[in-house]
């Protein structure tokens, strides 16, 4: 009887601690999908008010306009996991990926808008929109390293974390600083305002570079989802599989 009330007032000690730790945990993440959530509602009226701007045709103005609804739908799940389970860096990646998915859009409609009516910050939202692919890009690479239990699938992959991570600070660092104009087809006109002339040497190698930074920390992600497939039971099998369609769906969306 003794050894059970230690055992619970062990317990009720805990508990506030842990309601501690969740609570503040399930702030952050509301704030985070509402300011996602309010980026896409500031994304979508910016798109509304310059639709005689210059757009690639890839992204029509109607595409632009709608598609900010896709993010704040896409961090919903994350919000739910962060809330429920603030410990799983799943739920705060699909977050990552949300919020950088709306400010990328954001400094685009912005620049954008910035090229019609003549705003203030519009060099600045076109040098933003330069590099801001790689806060999408990275964590949703994480994502699928990390999925479902917020794990490596074992000690062997920690040298793919650290190539991710190593990779998106390269990557980065050549997006923001890389002389020259700004190769996305919002901005033909625009050039690099923060350029670094002696990053300019880098330009010829770029395309080894993006196979190095880019393809190949894609293809560690999607191996180690299939390394989990061929490893995990059931459930992880049909949790894996959801992964699939999502990406497939992902990717058939972003296809020009």
Do not use: K
Request: with cysteine.
């Amino acid at each position: 009887m003794a050894e059970m009330g230690q055992s619970r007032a062990g317990s009720e000690t805990h508990w506030p601690a842990r309601a501690m730790v969740r609570v503040p945990a399930a702030w952050l993440a509301w704030v985070l999908w509402l300011f996602i959530a309010g980026c896409a509602g500031l994304t979508m009226a910016l798109v509304a008010g310059s639709r005689s701007a210059p757009r690639p045709d890839w992204h029509p103005w109607a595409l632009a306009l709608v598609e900010p609804v896709s993010f704040v739908a896409f961090a919903l799940p994350g919000l739910v996991v962060a809330t429920r389970r603030p410990r799983n860096p799943v739920g705060w990646l699909l977050l990552s990926c949300g919020l950088g998915m709306a400010a990328d859009n954001l400094v685009h409609a912005y620049g954008a808008y910035a090229l019609v009516h003549h705003a203030a910050g519009g060099v600045l939202a076109m040098w933003s929109a330069r590099w801001m692919f790689v806060c999408v890009t990275f964590p949703f690479f994480f994502l699928l390293l990390l999925f479902p239990d917020g794990r490596l699938p074992s000690a062997r992959w920690r040298f793919s974390g650290w190539y991710m991570g190593t990779a998106s600070a390269l990557t980065l660092t050549l997006a923001a600083l890389l002389p020259g104009p700004i190769p996305d087809g919002y901005f033909p006109s625009a050039e690099n305002p923060l350029g670094v002339p002696a990053l300019a040497h880098a330009r010829p190698f770029l395309g080894l570079v993006t196979l190095l930074c880019t393809a190949v920390p894609g293809v560690l992600a999607v191996m180690s989802l299939l390394f989990r497939f061929r490893a995990g039971d059931a459930l992880i099998r049909r949790q894996l599989e959801w992964v699939a369609l999502a990406v497939l769906a992902a990717t058939a969306g972003a296809s020009p």
